[in-house]
């Protein structure tokens, strides 16, 4: 596609229920980064990808939050329980190859309530 | 671990006028990228400036400068001609060689007519 693409954009869930975003990065770009973002605040790293391979796992907040990647395309991010303080946008970014220029998604807006 | 510190949570500056917004950031690598990113109200992020370490020379992109002091570890952004589009709020952002992408907390920047 064009840009990174995100879905939904929105999501509202209710505490304890799991939820899944999606981000489908820009054709042939190697590397793909979820951030997290609270109200205001700046960007939360959580995990990036080289190809379908995560070697830094390490912002992941609990064992509640897993993500994969396949086909070295599109990334899924899930939350398992969720949780008021998971409220936030989650944001995606790609590029090729790592530290290049990032192309970022529009975020997902997640509320718990 | 690398860290990335903007140490002015706000700014203002008044229309035509130049302005800089400060970054300090943390390392024992030698090899290394840093970068400001833009994020408007819209929430789309956009890459600002780009600088790679082992250039000694400072990046800029039309109106936009930095000065980059690698002793020091300060990654400064100016801003000539403030236009109002430019406000938003501003991250610096820290890259090692093949490896994630860190951001600081940000400073909103607020242009005044």
């Known amino acids: 596609g064009a840009g990174v693409s995100q879905s939904p954009s929105n999501k509202v869930t209710e505490k304890g229920k799991d939820v899944e975003l999606r981000c489908d990065p820009i054709s042939g770009h190697t590397a793909l980064y979820w951030y997290r973002q609270s109200l205001g605040q700046g960007l939360e790293f959580l995990i990036y990808f080289q190809g379908n391979s995560a070697p830094d796992k390490s912002g992941l907040p609990s064992d509640r939050f897993s993500a994969e990647r396949t086909g070295g395309s599109v990334s899924t991010l899930t939350i398992q329980r969720t949780q008021q303080e998971d409220s936030a946008v989650y944001l995606c970014a790609s590029s090729l190859p790592t530290n290049e220029k990032l192309f970022f998604g529009s975020g997902t807006q997640l509320s718990v309530l | 671990a690398q860290t990335v510190t903007q140490s002015q949570p706000e700014m203002s500056v008044q229309e035509a006028e130049t302005v800089t917004l400060s970054c300090t950031y943390d390392t024992s690598e030698s090899d290394y990228y840093l970068f400001w990113y833009k994020q408007p109200p819209s929430r789309q992020m956009i890459l600002v400036i780009r600088q790679e370490a082992y250039k000694q020379q400072n990046a800029t992109e039309n109106r936009f400068s930095v000065n980059f002091q690698k002793a020091a570890k300060s990654f400064s952004l100016k801003i000539s001609d403030s236009q109002l589009g430019d406000a938003a709020m501003y991250f610096c952002?820290?890259?090692?060689?093949?490896?994630?992408?860190?951001f600081g907390k940000g400073t909103r920047l607020h242009i005044l007519p």
């Open positions: 952002a820290y890259g090692d060689r093949d490896d994630k992408i860190i």
